[in-house]
Structure formats: structure tokens, C-alpha cells
């Protein structure tokens, strides 16, 4: 969950262009491995046994990407792990081992709150198979701090990266959008999960967005199935935001897209909710963050050949990729407008 | 660089029983893998190539393990790197791929810190032909972390764990002991490196101690020489101390041992400047922590097959394994008593 939304996540120059020129200076190819990690979802590695071994690394700062008073340390744990397994499911492989390393102060570690965050991190492991096999602690002056590594699999040069996306493809996204979002606001606002279930609608729609921000799922099958099947060209996590996760993906398959505002799977909840809030279903939906949702593109005659549901989990094509001059843009009926990334990077401005 | 001696950098509760408890809860081998990670430098992932994969972690905090006044951003990078070589130098394996996760606030994101904390690493890493393949940026409210995660690999069953010490093994170091604590205490005291070489000995060798604290050179070629070979029936790298790191072998391995103290390669250097600053030559050897050389034992019938230098650096044999019932002690002359742990835990009491 993330603290203050005027200020990005990341510093002005710390996620694009410092990521840009460390890819530079990160170097050329070896004999050793081909990796095309720097900048996409994970990186990966060539192994010589037919399959590659997909990397991925998130780093929770205090503070920064949630707070101790309300998140608790089971879903704070969950949380960990389910945003590295959400990139390794963008990069279509199978999720394998999660290291953790973490960083308390002392008197948090003299509690039981490292024993509850393992909880929810290994609950959400055993659920995927994924198995914890190591990481490091150490004492913190004050803030706690959470290294998340999760290595996967996929059969060698099937990993999925931001970049094979071309014109004519049909762009589809998991799940729905915007919950996550509204449930940052409405926790930003004092709200909290029901200690008990009351069996009140409002309540339980209500926990229902605020778990979509504090226990987000991670479309682990999704992943799976999108790169064993070789359905997807391109594929990114919502984490940042629809816009800004779009123009990602856009930039590195030097396209553009037009999406059909009409198609977005916005939450029911959030649409009922959200109303009488004076959030807008809408904006949550395109620029909200932390959704974990995958979003993917697909070759026009391969779209009849994709699942309806995995995990439960429903798809939705919400438009197509164009060429690159003519930009992002969303229509909203006869209108249409530029996409701008509007996540994380937009309340840096 | 470690901050409060009178601290430990772990919880009391963290490293030891913590991880034990977590080895337990981590739970049973899969099919996907057969490890054997939580609670050796590194963890272990058997591949379906005839490879094991070896992945280590390592956080580090400013004013736990660093303190940003005393360390240069550069020395900062390398020491990063530097850790995580140990330990896969300490499982015998050959190291491979880098990543690494960087908080900082956003008035260091404004600097070039970042920029010389890459030259670093990015200098270790090519030395060794390892590639920096990802990692992950945050930003943090006021102090700056770094994990960094090197794996890399060795032959299936080949790699060197803790627990492969037997009776009569002969125990080695590699390079020398001490000043790297030395150098702690000196920094402590207000030394620091030389602007510029002034030819000068005495700051020569003043220089010499500091580096071994702030730019810790990772055996590298001894540890792949060791594994590939097959040399060595255990191994631990020198991050908490001799007397702590020794104490930690013999637990996994259940053994005893016994060290001959006018065999301890104590560095020169620290022999001739400690005497004028009141610092025990030996206490530094035995229980200072980060010299980053490699704890070795190997079978009497192999001593001969091992190499006299591997990259410059020289072994020496500084004791024997005995049974458990013996325990872990250190002759001195004709006095004999027992050696406890006296690293970092040491200074918790």
C-alpha cells in the first residue's frame, strides 16, 4: 500500500532513465547466458537444458509502499511475494522459489510480527507450488524493510516480454480493474477490513476492495497458460497503472494502441461504491495502480484459441494495438483522447 | 562497515533460531527441487542439466552495516558484490548473474551515488565475468539499503555445504586474518583512506587495513577451485569471524576441532600498527568479523592435490576436526581452551 501519492514511488530518475542506462552499461551479451531482463518484467536467463530461468526482485520500503499501522503482517507477507509472482506471471513462466530478505527494527523483531508475514507469504506459496529457499535479515534503525526474489521457469525463448507486440493485435486484460486503487483512498480515508463478517452487503463489498489493495492476487495461471500456449506477444503487470503499464509496453514494442473505454472491466464494486465516495470509477480504472492484473496482447487468429477462464479468473479485450504514429489513445464513445501515463509518474508533476 | 560493535547486526532471535525455524517450516523437498538453502551461505537448487543452481542474498543497511560518511558510494557497490561472491565462493560455485535492490532517499536519488555504487559493483562484477541482470529501486524516507542477490552454479552435487566435515579433516584459511575488524576499529577512530599515495609506508599499510574493511576482496578462484575439484569436505566464509564461523560448521557438521594458534595467518600488517593502537593482533584474527577469506576442511588424503596459490592468494592449515565430543577449541603453546563464538554475536551480551 503506498503512502504519500504526490510523490512517485521511485525518484524522477531512478526507474526510467537510470534503468535505461544501467541496461547500457549492464552490458553486452555473454557466453554464458542471453539475458533481457533489465527493464522488463523479470529478467531472464538462457539456461542450456532447453529452458530459461526467469528473475524477478521487488523491494517494499516502509513508508513508501505501505504502512505498519494498517497493514497487518500476514498480508504485508502475502503482498511480498504475490507482486514478484505477478512479474513472473508476466513474463508467461512458472513460478519455482522465493528468497526474502527483511529488514526490521529491533523491537519489531522481538514481536510476532516476521512470523505472521511468513505466514502470508508461505500460505500464498504452497498455493503455487513455490517453494521459499532462502534470504537474509538484519536489524534496521527504524523501518521495515522487504527484498522479494521469485526465480520461474518457461521453456527455453518462451518468456513473454513487454516488447512483441504489433499492429493488429487484439489487447486483453485480466480480472477487472480499479479496486485496488480505491481501496489506497478509502484506507487513506480511515477505512478498515471488517474485523468480523457481519453479513452486511456494503461491508463486504467494502473489504472486498480494500483486500484488492492489501492481499492482491497475482494471475499466476493466467501467466502460465499465455506463455506455455504461446497465446500472448506481449505481456506487462498492472502494477503502476493501465496508462502508465500501456505505455510501457507500448514504448518497448515501438507500437501504439487504441483502447475502447466501453470494454475496461471496471469493478462492480468500485462502480457501486466509489459513486457515493466522489472517486471516479473511470480513473481509478485507467491511472489507478496495483492491480496485478495481466494485461497481454494476441495475434487476431489466435484470440478463438484463448481460455475463457483460469483460476475462475475471466479475460476481456479491451482493444488493439496500432502503429506507433498513431500513439496511445483511449475513444469514449465518438471521442478520443491521448493516453497518458497517468500512474505512479503522474503525481511526481 | 558495521556501526555499533555493542549490537549484533541480527535480532537474537533472527539468524540462529529464526532460521532454523524457518528451515523447518519452509518445509519438505518437491519434486521441482531438491534444496538444501535456509541456514548455509547460499541456497541450492538441483536443475534437471546436470547443473545445481547456488543463490545467495544479502542486506545491507546504512548504520547497521554501513555508515554513509565513512563509506564511498563506489566501496559501497563493490562490498555489495563482494558479500555475495562469498558465499557462492563458500559453496564452490562459480558465480554467475547479479542483481540488486537499491532504497535510497530522494536527496541521494539527486546525487551521482548511485552512479559510483554501480561503478563498483559493476568493476567486481566484470573482474569475475558475472552479469548485473536486474534488480529493483525504491525510494525510502531517510536511509539507504541494498540487497544484492548473485547466483550461480556448479556441477550436480558438487556444491561445498557446511555440514561435510568428518574427524581428521584438516582445516584451512585462506589469505589472512584481522584487518578487516582492524580496520573497523581504526575507521572508528577516525581513520580514513589516504587522498592521495604519499609514498609514505606507514600509511601505506594504514591503507592496506582500511581497504581490507571497505573493499573485501571475495575468494572467487579458490572457491570454484575447491568445488570443481572437489577438495573440500566443507566450507564457510569469514563473514562473522573465525571463532563464529568455525562454531557454525561444526553445528551443521557435528564435529569438533581443534585450532593451533601460532598457525593463524594474522596479517602482517596488522601485526606491526596494532601493538601502538592497544588492538590484540590475535582477538582480531579469532573474532573479528568480514575478512571474506574461506574455512576449509579437507581429507588428509588430499592435502597434497591442493594448489599452493590461486590468484595470489595463499592457504594455510590452521588446525584439525576432531569428534563432537571434543569440542571446539584452540591450542596456545601448551594451553588448550575452549573456542567460543565471539563474532558479532559476541558483542550482544
Known amino acids: 500500500m503506498k503512502d504519500e501519492q504526490e510523490k512517485p514511488r521511485r525518484s524522477p530518475r531512478s526507474e526510467f532513465d537510470f534503468i535505461n542506462s544501467l541496461r547500457h552499461r549492464a ?32 523491494l517494499l520500503v516502509e513508508d513508501i509502499d505501505f504502512r505498519r499501522t ?10 511480498a511475494l504475490a507482486v514478484s509472482l505477478s512479474d513472473i506471471a508476466a513474463m508467461g513462466a512458472r513460478p519455482l522459489w522465493s528468497l526474502v530478505s527483511i529488514g526490521m527494527p529491533d523491537d519489531v523483531w522481538q514481536t510476532d510480527f516476521v512470523d505472521r508475514l511468513y505466514d502470508g ?22 523501518k521495515i524493510v522487504i527484498d522479494s526474489i521469485v526465480t520461474g521457469e ?40 471488517a474485523e468480523q463478517n457481519l453479513g452486511d452487503e456494503d461491508s463486504q463489498k467494502l473489504d472486498h476492495i480494500l483486500l484488492r489493495q492489501l492481499r492482491p492476487e497475482p494471475r499466476v495461471g493466467w501467466g502460465m497458460v499465455l506463455g506455455e500456449e504461446r497465446l500472448a506477444t506481449s505481456m506487462i503487470d498492472l502494477s503502476d497503472g493501465l496508462s502508465s503499464d500501456l505505455n510501457h509496453l507500448c514504448d518497448a514494442s515501438r507500437v501504439g494502441a487504441l483502447i475502447d473505454s466501453s470494454l ?13 465516495r466522489a472517486l471516479d470509477p473511470l480513473q481509478l480504472a485507467l491511472h489507478g495502480g ?10 487476431p487468429e489466435n484470440t478463438a484459441r484463448l481460455p475463457r477462464k483460469v483460476d475462475g479468473v475471466e479475460i476481456k479485450r479491451i482493444g488493439e ?13 465518438s471521442r478520443t483522447w491521448e493516453l497518458k501515463p497517468g500512474g505512479w509518474m503522474h503525481f511526481s508533476a
Open 154 to 193: 518457461c521453456a527455453s525463448g518462451s518468456s513473454v516480454m513487454r516488447s512483441g507486440a504489433k499492429a493488429g493485435d487484439q489487447i486483453f486484460v485480466t480480472g477487472s480493474l480499479g479496486a485496488a486503487a480505491a481501496g489506497l483512498r478509502l484506507i487513506e480515508r480511515g477505512a478498515h477490513l
Open 264 to 276: 475496461l472491466p471496471i469493478d462492480d464494486r468500485v462502480q457501486e461504491l466509489c459513486g457515493r
Open 321 to 333: 494495438i496500432k502503429s506507433a504514429s498513431e500513439g496511445v489513445k483511449i475513444s469514449e464513445g
Open 121 to 142: 507469504l508461505l500460505d500464498l506459496a504452497h498455493r503455487y507450488g513455490v517453494q521459499l529457499i532462502g534470504g537474509d535479515t538484519s536489524r534496521t534503525t527504524d
Open 27 to 58: 552490458g553486452s551479451l555473454t557466453t554464458q547466458s542471453l539475458f533481457m531482463g533489465i527493464g522488463d518484467d523479470a529478467a531472464v536467463v538462457r539456461n542450456s537444458a532447453g529452458k530459461d530461468t526467469v528473475i524477478t526482485v521487488d
Open 70 to 79: 494498517t497493514t497487518p503482517p500476514y498480508l504485508l507477507g502475502h503482498k
Open 290 to 299: 496495483e492491480d496485478f492484473e495481466l494485461l497481454f496482447t494476441v495475434k
